[in-house]
């Protein structure tokens, strides 16, 4: 059919151009949080594309519900300005006739929306925190600088090397100061290298001298050797700490569904329903009058998707604080702003009026005069 075909392609023309601007404002904003969180040593600054990458696909289903909003606003805007909407009114197209072509268009939209929030958002947030993890937690000798002095993680240590080779893990003229129970020890070599035993991390020095003191004493004892190992780094394989439930993925967190899962659950399938409610209200709030600026229906959609996605946030905090049910709150919400943006969407579309009607039955009765 024409009208169902003319309005899937603007629909789509209108998403793409959506979808381009939103996409390119996010990654601006994203690439400047990015640096400054690299800044300030949270991770590697080699990893600053690869983070944004991440953190944008995790803003992904947020950004494809509001392009999806505003592609919907957007055209039917535009048939209304040009009067368009008005011929095909008139040719005995309704408004309901739109929704139609409204879903055959938006359906594989909300589809990608669901996986994205159910397991892309979880595993981009989990590699963020991969990375986050593996620079935070990287050995002592990994920080070192050639030529720079570098202070170990616990504050014991003191490293300086002058030359390193890094794919090797071993390096030249070593210096390493450690203070420890009221112990001072300086240790130099001319060489060393890094070696695993076990799950610990050993600093291998070959060929240096070992000068140890007592704090507060004057006695110092001076040692030679050809081959000493100093543990840099326990465990590096240890366990990380418990995951953030943004990080767990919808399979574990269905299989044990505690208030916390089912918080974040709620949350992800929230912005499939989202979309779809929202694009009803799109039918509804985007009609205007060709004589009078759509400004106003912009900014009213505007704050309708914010508020939306707001309780959906707000949701997920009362769910996982047993404050409401986890049923009872999607059926609240997506089923309410569903029901609305169907009555609505009659109302429009009967020209149902509300105040005409209450009028009219509170209207007194006359019997007609033979």
Known sequence: ???????????????????????????????????????????????????????????????????????????????????EMVIWFSSGVDLSS?????LRFAWPVLVVIGGLALFALPWANQQIEDLKFHYENRGDLERVQPGQFQESVDGKRVFFVEKSQLNEQSATNIFVATTDGGKETITSARKGHTELIGNDRFLVLENGQRLE?????????????????????????????????????????????????????SLRIGFAFAALNLMILALTASRVNPRVGRSGNFIFSL???????????????????????????????????????????????????????????????????P
């Open 213 to 265: 003191s007592t704090t507060g004493k004057s006695d110092l004892k001076i040692s030679e050797f050809k081959r000493y190992a100093i543990r840099v780094a326990q465990d590096p394989l240890a366990a990380k700490a418990e995951a953030p439930l943004g990080t767990r993925t919808s399979i574990e967190l269905i299989s044990k569904p505690t208030l916390a899962h089912l918080g974040e659950i």
């Open 1 to 83: 059919m024409l009208f169902h075909s003319s309005i899937r392609k603007e629909l789509a023309r209108s998403f793409v151009a959506t979808m381009i601007v939103l996409v390119t404002v996010v990654m601006t904003m994203t690439l400047i949080r990015t640096l400054g969180m690299a800044s300030r040593g949270s991770f590697n600054p080699s990893d600053v594309m690869l983070v944004m990458g991440y953190t944008v696909l995790t803003f992904m289903p947020n950004i494809m519900t509001m392009g999806l909003f505003i592609a919907t606003i957007a055209t039917l805007s535009r048939l209304y300005r040009d009067s």
């Open 303 to 369: 704050l309708l998707f914010q508020v939306y996605l707001n309780l959906l946030s707000l949701g997920q905090n009362w769910i996982a604080s047993g404050q409401i049910n986890f049923l009872a709150f999607n059926l609240m919400l997506h089923g309410g702003v569903m029901s609305v943006g169907l009555l609505w969407l009659a109302q429009q579309n009967y020209n149902w009026h509300l105040g005409l009607n209450l009028r009219k039955l509170m209207q007194p009765k006359t019997n007609a005069e």
């Open 98 to 102: 739109l929704l139609r072509p409204l």
